[in-house]
């Protein structure tokens, strides 16, 4: 079984800095891109990360908003981390990167994997598809563990032809035929 599908849909508790996070969702997915964090390197940055990722959707929203107020900028400036900063920083890093972390797919030209030819976003694309074609439910959807939701829509997408997932003894065996094509490459001087 794949370890890259496990752990994106049963990820399990993860503790960052001191501070126990929730699976990492859909809706933190759309509040750290609302407030362009992509990577946590600064303090401040670690505060909005954990704010949100430490709380369920709605509360996490609400939560954003004092935290993007004057005060709420002003508090956690100053406010202490009770721990190593840069090992809560790598931590912090560490999640987001195992959170978004696909399986590889060869995909089919006329597929439709989210965001591979349209200019919408990657999450709107995805939450779209899992609303109409997976019976995700719109009001729920920002719960949703954002690894499952793409593994669902990328077996979606297999299940329909449109792409390969590339997991265990296929995997195995591409990469078997890459080091047989490496091997019969002419030896450049």
Known sequence: MSDTWLQACVPGARTVGNVKLKPFTVGHA???ERIGLDIVLTRQDFHAFVGICSRNYEHASKWLEWYLSPVGQWFYGWKPI?????????QA???LVQ???LPEVMQNEDSNLAGNKYGTP????ARTIAISKLNYDPQTINDA????????ILSN???NGGARIIQGE????????????????????
């Open 170 to 189: 296929f995997a195995q065996g591409l990469q078997e035929l890459q080091r047989l094509a490496d091997l019969r490459k002419p030896q450049e001087s």
């Open 30 to 32: 759309l509040l750290l």
């Open 157 to 159: 997408n297999e299940l």
């Open 145 to 152: 563990p954002l690894g499952q939701l793409y593994w669902d």
């Open 99 to 101: 959170n978004k972390q």
């Open 93 to 95: 890093i560490d999640y």
């Open 122 to 125: 990657d999450l709107q694309a």
């Open 82 to 90: 009770f721990c190593n900063i840069t090992e809560a920083i790598t």
